[in-house]
């Protein structure tokens, strides 16, 4: 999972704020909330190189936390929509959150 907080007060501060959103999103992460996005990374070895990429595309200002969730800690996980609880999806090995979709990473390899 990605958090972060980024600057927005100037149209220069929104654009890097922009493209921060459009590289994850690039690299197969999915919006949760405005400024938090997951997705599936598998072993910890991909999980440490989505890490290093990530830290690759970083704004200069502002704050980003990088988490990672176990499949155990994932089906724990809670989702109320419209006041009413959704069932966890099946999840696979590990999870930096919650994803719609698996993707392949071998063009990262």
Do not use: W
Request: charge should be neutral.
């Amino acid at each position: 999972m990605v958090m972060f907080d980024l600057p927005v007060v100037s149209r220069e501060d929104r654009s890097i704020a922009n493209k921060f959103r459009h590289n994850l999103e690039k690299e197969g992460f999915s919006m949760c909330q405005f400024s938090v996005y997951a997705r599936f990374c598998g072993p910890r070895e991909r999980t440490e190189r989505i890490y290093r990429l990530i830290e690759s595309f970083l704004p200069d200002k502002g704050k980003v936390n990088l988490i990672m969730f176990t499949d155990k800690q994932f089906g724990q996980i809670v989702q109320i929509v419209n006041r009413k609880k959704k069932k966890s999806k099946e999840n696979p090995d590990q999870y930096l959150i919650f994803s719609d979709e698996e993707l392949d990473l071998s063009e990262h390899d």
